[in-house]
């Protein structure tokens, strides 16, 4: 069968990447942070942020994706991302009650974006956790799935050196 | 509340095993920050646990905690609880103690991996999920964690990915343990659908003696998600694909922590959420299961020509007495299912590190290749005949002491429901066990004893880092099996006393009064009585032990005659017709030892050698097999 010769810089879908890469991050930053008071939250949101890898790739292909996103970073982060959330939540043990207790409960008004005190903090934390956990495993599939022959004319080949058993030993 | 402090240690006990994972992964190549790291969370939750055994134990409180204060309102529990009841606490116990004396053993052992950086990571996701689900007082939680727990062992067995064997036996295990996650996700939707709580105290209150045919499918569903992580009957093929690919101080896990999670939710299910046990069928169920899981993975053991495929059959075949002592609704039983719990930890976490030892040091654990090693890895041998000892039953060492619990449980049963099954029950335990110490022979003459291969002659000794982890696990072998009645007054007697004790579980969640004012119907179970009739003296039995052998031995000089000495040829040459040519090498392959029992048991092992072929999808059969079976045994009999 003959090979599909995929022009990952076509312009269409590139400027389309363009135009719907801001929608998606913003998308997914409303609803990390509306989470307390609309549906969604920030698994959701975080998922939704984290498709902006998605559109890089399509639009800019894997080395265009890779370069713009730091996937060492991105795994270190999401450590990052949940200690913060444990942190969050031991903040109801240090103010004397209990495990992910709401010690800020009574800030703000209901309704408001700032309105549920601690909550809002963990469940940004989860946000951020989600963005580049699945941004990560995003990277990490699309890393799989290309080919080396594209990778020939970038030049360097991105590998997955967060394992020390790869390039990097 | 005079504890007002130890009401947090659970739920700190949980976090920092997650705390430390992300930790690890933050420190990165940095190999001390990691290892510092690493044990410091693991001796802080041990700690932490330990500093509960009075408050739980001793004084019999039950701490319940709810997360973010969202205590019950109006009697429906809204929000998630951990409660920790001394069965909780004795699991939770039994699983620090192993995953801290695994953690401490693998910081050297997996020096040898190239890629050990996501080690610790899954290691303590691995042991944080098991902990979560231990002290959980909710369902869905539980779920939540079964999957952390499935999702961290998957990977820690396809830890070592150079090998084609590891991913093989990772993805039989993705999708067996993914049939039981649904299950017990199933069985979870069900209950909340029925009940619209979570909480397993105020289950346990609503749900028995209300049970319809949506609930008896909930009971199925649960009763077979748990058995699928605790690898019984059969989906034990994979738990065997799983041991012998895994490094050595995951198998502990797998083995002596994963699988008790298995056990622990068959207990909360059918003790405490349905409260079945009291059925006549539902301890048939449970015994028939036991014992055919006992005694089909110990035949199995028997024909392994791998070190850690064997001993993960052996893991099975315990697994099974637990389950059949658990089965028998009886205080004694209960008390002899827990004890061989925690003693199949201790046991099999030890036989699992000094095959880890071996691996280490020789870089197989290929029974044929192996030989000899006691003259090169001492210390390692004795460890291993602790072990050994231990999971035969051999006085003065754990196994007897537990065993001898179940036995006599088991025909205290057959005595008090006059019936012959349980009789034969007892003789399937103790055929077991002596099929055990004969598979034992047979790794100790294969590996320890016997020739040693010249490739071996520069073997060294196990470094100390590995070796103390594995006296700790050999002392504590001695002492919990040499002091059986502290044991029972301390670990045992409470967490049995917690089993029968349903009400008091209720109480302690719901409010006081609550379980009498909900339940309907507490006539499922016997009512608790905590009586243990006659562990056994170890003082006695070493008396006894002495007299024997001074018996034996008086016999055997008494018969002594002299007959001559026996006159060969002169020199070895000449003797090749009496004796044959002296070999240069003949160390008997492990898989001649037992060439008789096979031979015997031909047409049922064939069958068991096409029954573990190898093929996922086979596995799967089986175990949607196992599912329909249960469910249609349900519904029959409940």
Known sequence: ?169 | MTYEIFKHFPVLAIMCYFVGAFIVTLAGKRRMLRNVVAGAVMLISLSLLLSLVVPVMVDGQIITYWMGNWEPVEGYAIGIAIEVDALSLFFGLLVAIAVALAGFYSFRYITQDDANGPFFTLFLMLSGGVMGIVLSGDLFNIYVMLEVMTFAAVGLTAFRSWNPNAREAAFKYLVVGSIGSTCVLLGTALVYAQCHTLNLAQISAMLPGNMNPTMVFAFAMLFTGFGCKSFMFPFQPIAADAHGAAPSSVSVLISGVFTKTGVYGIIRVSYFLFRTMGLTSMQTLLVFIGCVSMFVCVTMALNQHDFKRLLAFHSISQIGYILTALGLCSALGIAGGLYHAINHTLFKGLLFLTAGAVLYATGTTYLEKLGGLARKMPQTAALFMVGAFSISGIPPFNGFASKWMIYQATYEKAAETGSIGYALVTVVCVVTSVLTLASFIKVGQSVFFGQLPLEYENVKETPLSMRIPMWIMAALCFLTGLFPDLMVEYLLGPATAAVLDTARYIDAAMGAGYAEIVANSTAYLAEPVLVFAGTWDPVSWLLLFVIVMCAVTLVSLAGRRSRGALTLADDAKHATFFGGEEAEFSHVASGDLFWGFKHNLRGYLNFMSRAHSGITNDYVVWGVCAMAVITVYCFIFM
């Open chain 1, 1 to 169: 069968m003959k090979k599909k010769n995929w022009k990952r810089d076509d312009l269409i879908v590139r400027c389309l990447a363009d135009s719907y890469l801001p929608i998606a991050l913003v998308l997914g930053f409303y609803v990390i942070l509306h989470g307390n008071i609309s549906p969604g939250g920030g698994f959701q949101g975080g998922v939704l942020a984290a498709s902006g890898v998605l559109l890089l790739y399509l639009g800019y292909g894997f080395r265009g994706a890779a370069t713009a996103v730091n996937m060492e970073r991105m795994h270190k982060l999401e450590a990052v991302g949940a200690l913060a959330y444990v942190f969050f939540a031991m903040l109801g043990i240090f103010a004397g009650y209990n495990f992910c207790r709401n010690i800020l409960w009574n800030s703000g008004n209901i309704g408001d974006l700032w309105s549920a005190g601690t909550i809002s903090l963990m469940n940004y934390s989860v946000g951020f956790k989600v963005l580049t956990g699945v941004g990560f495993l995003l990277l990490l599939i699309i890393s799989l799935l290309s080919t080396g022959e594209d990778h020939e004319h970038d030049g360097t080949i991105p590998t997955t050196e967060h394992e020390e058993g790869g390039a990097a030993k």
